[in-house]
C-alpha cells in the first residue's frame, strides 16, 4: 500500500551518461513533488521541485518530468558525474501540503 | 545557520532500555517531522508537529514511541522499552511557514542500534 513506488533499487550508470530514475504514486490528491538525495551518514538534502501545474522544471543539470495522468515522474540527470552517486528519494504531498511521503529511494551510482 | 541538529548521532543500547532522541530544527521553521529510515521500508514519516502541535502521528509504530515538542526549538522522540526491531536511523526535519514551496531540511539523522 505505498503510496509513492521506486521500483528500481539501484541504477549504475557511466560518467557522462543520462541517469533516469523513476517515481509511481497512486494517490491522485498529490500535487506537490520533490526529490532529495542523499549521501552516506548524512541527511536527505533537497534537489528539485515540481507542482502539479507544470509537467516540467529544470535545474542545471537535473530536470523533472511530471506525467500526471500517468501518475509518474521522472528525474534526469545529464550528464552525470560520480558526485553524483548517491540515494535519490521522491516525495509527495497533498495541498501543497507539508506531510511528504516518500519511496524508498533509488542507489544510484555513477561509474567514471 | 547551523541547519537541524540532531542527538545523539549514535545510539546503541540493549532490548527494554528507553532511548530518547532529540532534535533542534532550524530557527523560524514551524513544522517539525520525525522519519525513520530502515532498509526495508525506506523513508516513513513518524509524527509531524505544527507550531509545536501534534498534528499527525499515525506513523508512530505502536505506542512504545512517543515524541514531544515542548517549545519551538526542541523536540524528543522517546521509545520505551526498546526493542532490536527498533534499530534504524532516526531522521528529524523541519520546514518554514508558508505553502507551495516548502521543502524539508533534515539533520543528519540519529543511528539507533537495539541488541
Known amino acids: 500500500d505505498q503510496q509513492v513506488k521506486q521500483n528500481s533499487p539501484s541504477l549504475s550508470v557511466q560518467e557522462g551518461r543520462i541517469s533516469i530514475l523513476n517515481c509511481d504514486y497512486t494517490n491522485s490528491m498529490f500535487d506537490y513533488f520533490l526529490w532529495y538525495k542523499k549521501y552516506p551518514a548524512e541527511g536527505p538534502t533537497f534537489l528539485i521541485s515540481?507542482?502539479?501545474?507544470?509537467d516540467k522544471n529544470e535545474d542545471g543539470r537535473f530536470t523533472v518530468f511530471l506525467n500526471k495522468s500517468a501518475k509518474h515522474l521522472s528525474l534526469h540527470i545529464v550528464p552525470s558525474q560520480p558526485g553524483d552517486s548517491a540515494v535519490y528519494f521522491c516525495a509527495a504531498s497533498r495541498n501543497y501540503g507539508q506531510n511528504f511521503v516518500f519511496g524508498p529511494g533509488t542507489r544510484l551510482s555513477v561509474l567514471p | 545557520d547551523a541547519g537541524v541538529i540532531q542527538s545523539p548521532r549514535h545510539e546503541v543500547t540493549e532490548m527494554g532500555q528507553e532511548v530518547t532522541l532529540r532534535c533542534k530544527p532550524i530557527?523560524?521553521?514551524?513544522?517539525l517531522f520525525w522519519y525513520r529510515q530502515t532498509m526495508m521500508r525506506g523513508l516513513e514519516l513518524l509524527i509531524y508537529f505544527n507550531n509545536n502541535v501534534p498534528i499527525d502521528d499515525s506513523g508512530m509504530p505502536e505506542d512504545r514511541f512517543s515524541a514531544k515538542m515542548p517549545n519551538a526549538s526542541f523536540s524528543t522522540l522517546k521509545i520505551q522499552p526498546s526493542e532490536p526491531r527498533d534499530s534504524a536511523v532516526y531522521f528529524c526535519?523541519?520546514?518554514?511557514?508558508?505553502?507551495?514551496?516548502?521543502?524539508?531540511?533534515f539533520g543528519a539523522g540519529s543511528r539507533l542500534t537495539v541488541l
Open positions: 530557527s523560524g521553521h514551524n513544522s
Open positions: 526535519a523541519s520546514s518554514p511557514p508558508g505553502t507551495g514551496a516548502n521543502v524539508l531540511t
Open positions: 515540481i507542482s502539479s501545474i507544470k
